[in-house]
């Protein structure tokens, strides 16, 4: 089994900044990417940053705003977030593609619970 533990939600004004971090735990044979979704009240989960073996991707309304990066040494992805928007409210979550140990190999999707951010004056 594997959990993702997230941490660095909170409040803050907007042109602030905030830095996300997903940790991931258990047993596995390889992370194959690690991403940031959100998802605000009364629309659909997006996609923000994706983070893979050689690349990043990001949704055009954060790009030159967020930085996504991983330690591959501690399991962990971060989001930096700067100059925050209202618009940027939502619920964070992290998602971790994941190889299950052998034998079996088997490719795992997973999320950690969320983390709130807030954009307010």
């Known amino acids: 089994q594997v959990q993702l533990v997230e941490s660095g939600g909170g409040l803050v004004q907007p042109g602030g900044s905030l830095r996300l971090s997903c940790s991931a735990s258990?047993?596995?044979?390889?992370?194959?990417?690690m991403n940031w979704y959100r998802q605000a009240p009364g629309k659909e989960r997006e996609v923000v940053a994706t983070?893979?073996?050689?690349?990043?991707t990001y949704v055009d309304s954060v790009k030159g705003r967020f930085t996504i990066s991983r330690d591959n040494a501690k399991n962990t992805v971060y989001l930096q977030m700067n100059n925050l928007k209202p618009e940027d409210t939502a619920v964070y979550y992290c998602?971790?593609?994941?190889?299950?140990?052998?034998?079996?190999?088997?490719?795992?999707?997973?999320w950690g619970q969320g983390t709130q951010v807030t954009v307010s004056s």
């Open positions: 998602n971790a593609v994941i190889t299950t140990p052998p034998p079996q190999l088997n490719m795992r999707n997973y």
């Open positions: 258990g047993s596995f044979f390889s992370i194959n990417a």
């Open positions: 983070s893979g073996s050689s690349s990043t």
